[in-house]
């Protein structure tokens, strides 16, 4: 099994709507970030938490946020999804500052 | 600027070739990431290194400090190698740990 899955893998919706992105890892990591990749851009980060209290925003959180029910588990919400967050959505884990990220599959979302 | 550069952008080469893919750093780091991405769109870590050469396989990741410069290699190249070579790394001081990513390196290699 995958130490890093994420559901859903595709999601098409349209303007307006709600949609959370869910992520969980079974590495036991501390750390979790969730990043989004666009054509041209590379991969920029969204949000990161330290653990179930601690969470932080990164280089592009406007327009989405976040939950860390628990050790293993980091979702992603979209309030209000709009066009230009069509997107391939990244969650990675790991332990420590400067050790090995391990990366989910990716969610393909096209916001209509 | 981009703080994480690679070079070139795209790259096709014959199943065989030894191939070369370079990052430039502007920032000071703790760890250099390459990173590969296959076309279904998953990302595996290949190597992290704040020193010195690794090997694993056919692929060698090198890095200079000094320079800020860090080259990945592959040697006899295969078609399976075709992919989104992306190189990223985390700061120095930083105590987040989230990468920086460069914009990838498309290799496509033909049979």
């Known amino acids: 099994d995958a130490d890093v899955t994420q559901t859903p893998r595709n999601r098409i919706t349209k303007t307006g709507k709600r949609i959370m992105l869910e992520c969980s890892q079974t590495?036991?990591?501390?750390?979790m970030y969730w990043y989004r990749q666009d054509p041209g851009l590379g991969l920029r980060l969204i949000y990161y938490?330290?653990?179930?209290?601690?969470?932080n925003k990164g280089e592009i959180s406007d327009g989405y946020s976040v939950s860390r029910q628990a050790q293993a588990k980091f979702s992603l919400s979209l309030e209000s999804a709009i066009p230009n967050q069509t997107a391939l959505y990244f969650c990675?884990?790991?332990?420590?500052?400067?050790?090995?990220?391990?990366f989910g599959p990716g969610t393909r979302l096209t916001v209509l | 600027k981009n703080e994480v550069e690679q070079s070139p952008q795209n790259l096709t080469a014959q199943e065989g070739e030894f191939i070369t893919i370079n990052c430039s750093y502007s920032?000071?780091?703790?760890?250099l990431h390459w990173l590969q991405q296959h076309p279904g769109g998953g990302i595996v870590s290949l190597f992290m290194?704040?020193?010195g050469k690794k090997k694993h396989g056919r692929l060698i990741a090198t890095i200079n400090i000094q320079e800020k410069h860090s080259s990945l290699h592959i040697t006899a190249s295969h078609p399976r190698d075709s992919a989104v070579y992306i190189c990223?790394?985390?700061?120095?001081?930083?105590?987040?740990?989230?990468?920086?990513f460069g914009k990838g390196t498309k290799l496509s290699v033909k049979p």
């Open positions: 990675a884990s790991g332990e420590g500052a400067t050790v090995e990220q391990f």
């Open positions: 290194l704040s020193s």
């Open positions: 920032v000071g780091i703790s760890a």
């Open positions: 590495k036991g990591h501390d750390r």
């Open positions: 990223a790394v985390t700061l120095r001081g930083g105590s987040q740990g989230n990468l920086i």
């Open positions: 938490s330290f653990d179930v209290k601690d969470i």
